[in-house]
T-cell receptor, first 116, second 115 residues
């Protein structure tokens, strides 16, 4: 089946630094990738939709200058959390669409970000 | 507009008993429906989907779901629960009739299977 990887799986950083999270589709091309944020025991919050070669579409309330998304190729999307603060600590999950027609998503394993 | 509701935050069931995790949806047209499972500190894994055809859909790990158009429901079921089924389950819907191709997820239901 379709496999999506994320790197790193967990990261601890100091407040004020930036962190980059990579999301890769390993055995398929993903024209569209999604970035979600999940708080403990809560549902997924869609942050942005990323299409290869174009600017990401951010959901309302998500700061585009803080959460930089780049989708430079059909197999790689990156999320950079700039000037991280403790409130940015969360579980970040990416997913990719294999076929836009059916909308079946394949999810990465997630990245646990802790900002100290 | 599309939406999905998972009315139960938590479902408790004894091992060996049948389980049901509820999901209802709302779309303008016809739906694509999905179930995903999430184990602690992991991403979501695809379980099954309904696109068209047979209302009873069989998926991974012995799970199945029944599409009921009149009740706009897509409940997840398993005849005999295992302790290892304990996880967070998400239902998702997308309107097949155009518009956004982005699925909408429910809030999730925590399934706890007791030995």
């Amino acid at each position: 089946g379709a496999v999506v990887s994320q790197h790193p799986s967990w990261v601890i950083c100091k407040s004020g630094t930036s962190v980059k999270i990579e999301c890769r589709s390993l055995d398929f091309q993903a024209t569209t990738m999604f970035w979600y944020r999940q708080f403990p025991k809560q549902s997924l919050m869609l942050m942005a939709t990323s299409n290869e070669g174009s600017k990401a579409t951010y959901e309302q309330g998500v700061e585009k200058d803080k959460f930089l998304i780049n989708h430079a190729s059909l197999t790689l999307s990156t999320l950079t959390v700039t000037s991280a603060h403790p409130e940015d600590s969360s579980f970040y999950i990416c997913s990719a669409l294999t076929l836009a027609g059916e909308g079946e998503q394949y999810f990465g394993p997630g990245t646990r970000l802790t900002v100290t | 507009a599309q939406s999905v509701a998972q009315p139960e935050d938590q479902v408790n069931v004894a091992e060996g008993n049948p389980l049901t995790v509820k999901c209802t949806y709302s779309v303008s047209g016809n739906p694509y429906l999905f179930w995903y499972v999430q184990y602690p500190n992991r991403g979501l894994q695809f379980l099954l989907k309904y696109i068209t055809g047979d209302n009873l859909v069989k998926g991974s790990y012995g799970f199945e779901a029944e599409f009921n158009k009149s009740q706009t429901s897509f409940h997840l079921k398993k005849p005999s629960a295992l302790v290892s089924d304990s996880a967070l389950y998400f239902c998702a819907v997308r309107d097949r009739s155009g518009g956004s191709y982005i699925p909408t997820f429910g809030r999730g239901t925590s399934l706890i299977v007791h030995p």
